[in-house]
């Protein structure tokens, strides 16, 4: 299993310590269409997802998680309800001001690793500072760190295509936390992952959330939910379970 180097949290992780919630969804719902045609992806839904939580969203296929996690990654807008992130209302945000706060306090992660194939590991990570504004010294620098925080201090310079599975992910999550985000969402991470490499970025995530970090992760995989700290299920748009999980 990969080795990822323990770090003290740096200054913005350490905010996370702080009693206000990362995340606060109230009556939210996401309605498509109308009268007969309408579909009700989320329909009030409550949840509060404390700072330095490590949280598992699950549920079928049409359960309304995926629904959930553009919401929560300012990628969609809900129909009506409240949303709060790290004590921002972001449901009346224009375009551009949406655009801030997903570079600044969102780290994303998908099944498909989107790493631009003509890019080194270090400039796939360097990407969302340059959207920031960050100096190129400081970029290449903490791309740098960001990989070697995950294992890869070794493979800067290599390109997808020479990196396995396991090693693309690893780049995509060294991307996602580079500008040390306030959470970090994760659609169905470990979905293209054989069993081996899944059990290396779980322990990826376990260490970033010792380490301050917020992790949400959407799956439909137990083996993997039952990692995290509570698992929230949904069905047909709305939280039908939420528990922790007493198997760590």
Known sequence: MVRVPSIA???SASTLSSSRPAIALSDISKIYGSGNTEVRALDGVSLTIKSGEYCAIMGTSGSGKSTLMNVMGCLDRPTRGQYFLDGVDVAHLNEKQLATI?????GFVFQQFHLLSQLSALENVMLPMIYGGVSGRDRRSRAQAALERVGLGDRLHNRPNQLSGGQQQRVAIARAIVNEPVVLLADEPTGALDTATTAEVMDIFARLNQQGITVILVTHE???AKQTQR??????????????????
């Open 222 to 224: 137990p083996d993997v």
């Open 9 to 11: 949290p740096s200054a």
């Open 231 to 248: 698992t929230v299920r949904f069905q047909d748009g709305k939280v039908i379970k939420d528990s922790p999980n007493s198997e760590k």
């Open 102 to 106: 997903r570079n600044r306090k969102i």
